[in-house]
Every structure is written in structure tokens, then in C-alpha cells.
């Protein structure tokens, strides 16, 4: 069987040192690198950097590659459309690939009612969006949003985010009318059982919406179905069905953050179609647009229309290139069977993380949905301090030996798979190789 991995050079080699060297001097520290590579060339579920290693992806650029990286098709239909022509500014001159994908995505998402489809250029602007149209919508101020949550890093995004050591530190004040609850964290909850867990979490909501804010202030809840950046956390599909029960209710906007757990990534085309929910609104971004930067508000149709005319959008919002690759993306996908194929990589993956559970006291839980797959490490299994440091360690062996991967959690103590689902089973197993490796050299020197 052939490796994919090459290490020719220290990691990082001569010519990454260099740019790190030049980077340092130009780029401020506050916008992070995981890994001190610099890529020279992308396929599939590799990447060769400067110096000529080539390394496995598990980060898919943080979950944008699920099509894999430069997918010939999606790079063809940019290549036609970078031909006919760039940039016009739907709201100058429109074109036919925004209102294309628009409709393609009115389709694609839950709901069988009328839908319209805004387009943006990142998650948090789509996030920022879906908040601005449930306040119009319903008038009013609130939004509900978890613990653990993450929603991007703008002024509303970041005052929805959950983390505050790097997110928000400094950063405040934060925007108002944000209530922040306790989301789902089965492996943490006090109970052991997660329906019992669900159903504390769902009572908090309640209380907090009656008692704390008032039921007529709130236009929306915003959720991320698999919590992302947090963790890896699943919210069970009784406290999604109990969410959505509240909203009906008392006439609140469901908002699905669909940007880390769609296309594809958990074995349905969005993560909320595990529970049987259907939000009133979607964002989306990051594998939409397979490496082209656009993101999208999808929902009701009365909702998608309460804002006034020229109350929505941007310059660059739906550029027409990235949507070329967004359109392309959607019909591969279908036409490949994506999201069977990440059934089949997450089952793959979870046998192994399961398999380190039962041979490795460091991985402490094992959790996912079908391809968003995570392991958390804790230093002890009885009081589940959270491994950060031997997850570091971990994280570095690991790019030394020629797999990229990215962390979550609110320590920096989970390791999360978000791989390209194009890759292979033998470059699946390379990867999920070397990660054992790093996982049996620090749980040995423990
Ligand atoms: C669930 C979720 N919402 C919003 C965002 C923000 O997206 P962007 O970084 O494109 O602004 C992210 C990014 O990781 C995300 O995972």
C-alpha cells in the first residue's frame, strides 16, 4: 500500500521558517496559525507544503472541503465563470448563479413552505443576517443563544460566542438583548442520562424565557445542532424537537447554524434533519462553497421578506464566481452521494476513536455524527480535568508526522475530524494511524 505522507524536512522546513520569519513581522498575532505550514499546492485530502511535504488533511481548512480540496469540477466552473465575469454587485446588475443557487437552496433545506435564500460572503455575516431578520420579523429585541455556542467573530457574533479566553477577551462591550443558556454536554452533565440532560437543559430555556426575559421579547434562538468550535457537542434530538416546541409556542424564530455541520458533514445534508426539526431560518457557509468564500440565509419565505428593501446585503455578498462554485458543488454532491460517503467515513473513524477509548485512559469521551467526529482528552477519567497540554502535544507530533489536524473545546482538550470527505479509506487509515501514534507516545510518557 503506498503512503500518501512525505516528510522530507523538519517540520517546519527551511522555507516555512523564512515565511514564519516574515510572517511574524507583517501579520499581527491575534489571527492564529494552527500548524507553522505554509501550503504550496491542495488535493483531495492533501496538501504539499513549500518545502515539499505532504501532508494528510483532517482540518479541511476548518470544515469548508468536504467536496475535497480543488475538486476538478468545482475548479472548472470557477474557471468559466472568472471568464464571463467577476464582479457586477447583485445589487447593481443581477445575475442568473445567485438567483440559481437561491433556488437550489430553497430546495435542498428542511421545510416544505415557501423559502427564499439571502447570499453573503462568511458565516458570521450570514449569522448576522438571520439575527437582523427575526428581529424584523417578529419586532422584537432578544436573542437566546448555549454555552459552548460559537457563531463567528463579528460584534453580534462574537457576543453569541461562547468562549471568551480567545473569541472575546478584550473585545466588549458586547452587543445587547443576548441570553446565553446551557446547552447539551452529555459527557460533563451531572446526569447520567442524556434524555434526563436534555430535559434539565430544556426546563432552563423555558424558565429563563418566562421568567427572566419575557416570551414577547424574544425573536430568536440561535443553535448549532453539532456544536462545533465547543466541542464536538451533539444536542440530543428530544432538546432540538423541546427548542422547536418553545418557539412554536410562544411565536419565536428557530435559527439553525447549519455553517460547520452542513453539506454533507454528519451523514444528512444538514444536521438538524437528524431530529426531525425544521428552523425557520439556516445560515451556511464554509463547505458550500468548497474553498470560495460565500454564505447563505435560507427560511420561510414571510421572514426571508420582512426587511426593506436594500435592508440586506453587501458588495461582494453572492459573488458570482463563488457562486459558480457553490451551484457545482451542490450537484457533485448529490450526484456522488456525499453524504452517504460521510456515513461511511464517520462510522470508519468513530470504530478507531472508540477502539483509543477502550486502550488510552487520556481519551475520555468519543462522540459524533456521522462525519464530524471528535475524541476529548482528560488528564483523569474520574475527574475529567481537561488534557490541554497532552493535546498540544499530541496536535504537534502529529502535523511533524504529516497530518493536519484542528482542536475545539473551551480547553483546547478535543480533537476534532473534519476531513474532506473525498479522501480515501487507505489515506482514512494513514491518518488515523499517525494520530494513534501521537496518542500512544504522550499517554506512555503521562
Ligand atoms: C457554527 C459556526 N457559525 C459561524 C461561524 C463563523 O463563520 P466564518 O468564520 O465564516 O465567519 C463558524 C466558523 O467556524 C461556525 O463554525
Given at each position: 500500500?503506498?503512503?500518501?505522507?512525505?516528510?522530507?524536512?523538519?517540520?517546519?522546513?527551511?522555507?516555512?521558517?523564512?515565511?514564519?520569519?516574515?510572517?511574524?513581522?507583517?501579520?499581527?498575532?491575534?489571527?492564529?496559525?494552527?500548524?507553522?505550514?505554509?501550503?504550496?499546492?491542495?488535493?483531495?485530502?492533501?496538501?504539499?507544503?513549500?518545502?515539499?511535504?505532504?501532508?494528510?488533511?483532517?482540518?479541511?481548512?476548518?470544515?469548508?472541503?468536504?467536496?475535497?480540496?480543488?475538486?476538478?469540477?468545482?475548479?472548472?466552473?470557477?474557471?468559466?465563470?472568472?471568464?464571463?465575469?467577476?464582479?457586477?454587485?447583485?445589487?447593481?446588475?443581477?445575475?442568473?448563479?445567485?438567483?440559481?443557487?437561491?433556488?437550489?437552496?430553497?430546495?435542498?433545506?428542511?421545510?416544505?413552505?415557501?423559502?427564499?435564500?439571502?447570499?453573503?460572503?462568511?458565516?458570521?455575516?450570514a449569522v448576522e443576517n438571520a439575527v437582523k431578520l427575526a428581529r424584523r420579523y417578529t419586532g422584537r429585541p432578544a436573542v437566546i443563544t448555549f454555552?459552548?455556542a460559537?457563531h463567528?467573530?463579528?460584534?453580534l457574533?462574537?457576543s453569541l460566542?461562547?468562549?471568551?479566553?480567545?473569541?472575546?477577551?478584550?473585545?466588549?462591550?458586547?452587543a445587547?438583548e443576548i441570553y446565553?443558556l446551557?446547552?447539551?454536554?452529555?459527557?460533563?452533565?451531572?446526569?447520567?442520562?442524556?434524555?434526563?440532560?436534555?430535559?434539565?437543559?430544556?426546563?432552563?430555556v423555558?424558565?429563563?424565557i418566562?421568567?427572566?426575559i419575557?416570551p414577547?421579547k424574544v425573536a430568536a434562538l440561535i443553535i448549532?445542532?453539532?456544536?462545533?468550535?465547543?466541542?464536538?457537542?451533539?444536542?440530543?434530538?428530544?432538546?432540538?424537537?423541546?427548542l422547536r416546541?418553545l418557539c412554536d409556542?410562544y411565536g419565536i424564530v428557530f435559527i439553525a447554524d447549519?455553517?460547520?455541520?452542513?453539506?454533507?458533514?454528519?451523514?444528512?445534508?444538514?444536521?438538524?434533519?437528524?431530529?426531525?426539526?425544521?428552523p425557520d431560518l439556516v445560515t451556511?457557509?464554509?463547505?458550500?462553497?468548497?474553498?470560495?468564500?460565500?454564505?447563505?440565509v435560507?427560511g420561510r419565505?414571510?421572514i426571508?421578506?420582512a426587511?426593506?428593501?436594500?435592508?440586506?446585503?453587501?458588495?461582494?455578498?453572492?459573488?458570482?464566481?463563488?457562486?459558480?462554485?457553490?451551484?457545482?458543488?451542490?450537484?457533485?454532491?448529490?450526484?456522488?452521494?456525499?453524504?452517504?460517503?460521510?456515513?461511511?467515513?464517520?462510522?470508519?473513524?468513530?470504530?478507531?476513536?472508540?477502539?483509543?477509548?477502550?486502550?488510552?485512559?487520556?481519551?475520555?469521551?468519543?462522540?459524533?455524527?456521522?462525519?464530524?467526529?471528535?475524541?476529548?482528552?482528560?488528564?483523569?477519567?474520574?475527574?475529567?480535568?481537561?488534557?490541554?497540554?497532552?493535546?498540544?502535544?499530541?496536535?504537534?507530533?502529529?502535523?511533524?508526522?504529516?497530518?493536519?489536524?484542528?482542536?475545539?473545546?473551551?480547553?483546547?482538550?478535543?480533537?476534532?475530524?473534519?476531513?474532506?470527505?473525498?479522501?480515501?479509506?487507505?489515506?482514512?487509515?494513514?491518518?488515523?494511524?499517525?494520530?494513534?501514534?501521537?496518542?500512544?507516545?504522550?499517554?506512555?510518557?503521562?
Open positions: 500500500m503506498s503512503r500518501t505522507v512525505q516528510i522530507r524536512t523538519p517540520i517546519p522546513g527551511p522555507r516555512s521558517q523564512e515565511l514564519l520569519r516574515r510572517r511574524e513581522a507583517a501579520v499581527p498575532r491575534g489571527v492564529a496559525n494552527v500548524a507553522p505550514i505554509f501550503a504550496a499546492e491542495t488535493r483531495g485530502a492533501t496538501l504539499t507544503d513549500v518545502d515539499g511535504n505532504v501532508f494528510l488533511d483532517f482540518a479541511g481548512g476548518i470544515g469548508v472541503l468536504n467536496l475535497g480540496a480543488n475538486h476538478p469540477e468545482v475548479v472548472a466552473a470557477v474557471k468559466e465563470q472568472v471568464d464571463r465575469f467577476l464582479h457586477t454587485c447583485f445589487h447593481v446588475t443581477m445575475y442568473e448563479p445567485y438567483v440559481r443557487l437561491a433556488e437550489e437552496l430553497n430546495r435542498l433545506t428542511p421545510g416544505d413552505f415557501p423559502k427564499k435564500t439571502a447570499l453573503f460572503n462568511s458565516g458570521a455575516e454555552t459552548h460559537f463567528g467573530r463579528t460584534l457574533g462574537m460566542t461562547a468562549k471568551v479566553s480567545t473569541y472575546k477577551y478584550g473585545f466588549g462591550p458586547f445587547p446565553r446551557p446547552a447539551v454536554y452529555p459527557y460533563r452533565s451531572p446526569f447520567a442520562d442524556p434524555a434526563a440532560t436534555a430535559r434539565h437543559a430544556l426546563e432552563d423555558r424558565r429563563a418566562e421568567d427572566e419575557g414577547d448549532e445542532p453539532v456544536q462545533g468550535e465547543g466541542g464536538f457537542l451533539v444536542q440530543p434530538p428530544e432538546f432540538l424537537r423541546g416546541a409556542e447549519e455553517i460547520q455541520t452542513g453539506f454533507g458533514r454528519t451523514g444528512r445534508f444538514f444536521a438538524v434533519e437528524h431530529s426531525g426539526v425544521v451556511m457557509a464554509k463547505s458550500l462553497g468548497d474553498g470560495l468564500p460565500i454564505s447563505a435560507t419565505a414571510e426571508m421578506d426587511a426593506q428593501v436594500g435592508g440586506l446585503g453587501g458588495t461582494y455578498g453572492g459573488n458570482p464566481v463563488a457562486c459558480a462554485a457553490a451551484l457545482k458543488v451542490i450537484e457533485v454532491m448529490e450526484r456522488d452521494r456525499y453524504v452517504e460517503r460521510a456515513q461511511a467515513v464517520g462510522e470508519r473513524v468513530l470504530a478507531r476513536f472508540r477502539d483509543w477509548h477502550e486502550r488510552f485512559e487520556l481519551v475520555g469521551d468519543v462522540r459524533g455524527l456521522g462525519a464530524m467526529a471528535a475524541i476529548e482528552l482528560v488528564k483523569d477519567r474520574a475527574t475529567k480535568e481537561p488534557a490541554t497540554e497532552e493535546t498540544a502535544a499530541i496536535f504537534k507530533r502529529c502535523y511533524e508526522n504529516g497530518l493536519i489536524l484542528m482542536k475545539a473545546g473551551h480547553h483546547n482538550q478535543v480533537i476534532r475530524f473534519l476531513a474532506p470527505l473525498a479522501i480515501t479509506d487507505e489515506q482514512l487509515d494513514e491518518g488515523l494511524d499517525i494520530l494513534e501514534e501521537a496518542i500512544a507516545s504522550v499517554s506512555r510518557t503521562r
